[in-house]
Antibody, heavy 122, light 107 residues
Framework: QVHLLETGGGVVQPGGSLRLSCAAS????????MHWVRQAPGKGLQWVAM????????VYSDSVKGRFTISRDNSKNTLYLQMNSLRTEDTAVYYC???????????????WGQGTLVTVSS | DIQMTQSPSTLSASVGDRVTITCRAS??????LAWYQQKPGEAPKPLVY???KLERGVPSRFSGSGSGTEFTLTISSPQPDDFATYYC?????????FGGGTRVEIK
């Protein structure tokens, strides 16, 4: 069955960097677009970024554009989120989610990981 | 950006009551709406896509309807496991945007 496991969360100071990983199994990772979604403590869900199966034409929310980079390694079945210039408002649980098809138009998600907590604090 | 407004923000219901949650979009999104269920400490679980199609394994007591700008999620006879927070999501266009959530509590 589909399994997504996020790792890499932790505590980082404002202005710092962190890289999240999402290890995928149970499906052909290279055939599907992937998304990152986050949830601040006690708050709602916010979409962050997406990447098509070929890694090109990525899309970002305005709140992270220029600071975060989504990427993937299809040979390792792994999705990444490189987060730079972190702010206190980036504190959240970060979820990776599988899309239901392969291109930039694939906006529906059908499986989610359990999430990893990122805390930005001095 | 398309704004998604959910109502109510909190709802109290008894087991077996009919529950209806509404989601309104700031512009037409056709049928491109999904619903998610989230329990404390867990990841969101997809329930409905394309406004009315149930994800695999979702009980038939859940149903979604609507198109354009107004959508509803109905739980025909909520069971104890259904008391959770529900979110709508528009996926017509980027950025994808979620509603603020509806917490369904046991009365």
């Amino acid at each position: 069955q589909v399994h997504l496991l996020e790792t890499g969360g932790g505590v980082v100071q404002p202005g710092g960097s962190l890289r999240l990983s999402c290890a995928a199994s149970g499906f052909t990772f290279s055939n599907y677009a992937m998304h990152w979604v986050r949830q601040a403590p006690g708050k709602g869900l916010q979409w962050v970024a997406m990447i098509p199966n070929d890694g090109k034409n990525t899309v970002y929310s305005d709140s992270v554009k220029g600071r975060f980079t989504i990427s993937r390694d299809n040979s390792k079945n792994t999705l990444y989120l490189q987060m730079n210039s972190l702010r206190t408002e980036d504190t959240a649980v970060y979820y990776c989610a599988k899309s239901d098809c392969n291109s930039v138009d694939c906006k529906r998600t059908d499986y989610w990981g359990q999430g990893t907590l990122v805390t930005v604090s001095s | 950006d398309i704004q998604m407004t959910q109502s109510p923000s909190t709802l109290s219901a008894s087991v077996g009551d009919r529950v209806t949650i509404t989601c309104r979009a700031s512009q037409s999104i056709s049928k491109w709406l999904a619903w998610y269920q989230q329990k404390p400490g867990e990841a969101p679980k997809p329930l409905v896509y394309e406004a009315s199609k149930l994800e695999r394994g979702v009980p038939s007591r859940f149903s979604g309807s609507g198109s354009g700008t107004e959508f509803t999620l109905t739980i025909s006879s909520p069971q104890p496991d259904d008391f959770a927070t529900y979110y709508c999501l528009q996926y017509l266009t980027y950025p994808l945007t979620f509603g603020g959530g509806t917490r369904v509590e046991i009365k």
